[in-house]
């Protein structure tokens, strides 16, 4: 099993910027891949931003002029900056944890509880 804890959530005004962290322990020889989902109410889970180990990066539905993934892989911790957030930013975000097959299908099997951003005019 692997065990997700985020963090770095929160209100902020729009405009503003947020780091959330997300870090694994536990079976984390298991997985390659951590990346981040969000759900805004009334709206499906989509996701926002994904990272291997080796660095390659799926940003999905993400602005990638506005949000950046990032890891340690010493401290198995995955990163996501958001910047120039906007009110639509507004979400729960969850970490998810998972493996990259060679063939670059994501596969997501953990994780965590998610973290609120609140992104306020």
């Known amino acids: 099993q692997v065990q997700l804890v985020e963090s770095g959530g929160g209100l902020v005004q729009a405009g503003g910027s947020l780091r959330l962290s997300c870090a694994a322990s536990g079976s984390t020889f298991s997985i390659n891949a951590i990346g981040w989902y969000r759900q805004a109410p009334g709206k499906q889970r989509e996701l926002v931003a994904a990272i291997s180990n080796g660095g390659s990066t799926n940003y999905a539905n993400s602005p990638k002029d506005r949000f950046a993934i990032s890891r340690d892989n010493a401290k198995n911790t995955v990163y996501l900056q958001m910047n120039s957030l906007k009110r639509e930013d507004t979400a729960v975000y969850y970490c998810?944890?998972?493996?990259?097959?060679?063939?670059?299908?994501?596969?997501?099997?953990?994780w965590g509880q998610g973290t609120q951003v609140t992104v306020s005019s």
């Open positions: 998810y944890a998972g493996t990259l097959s060679r063939s670059g299908d994501w596969r997501f099997d953990y």
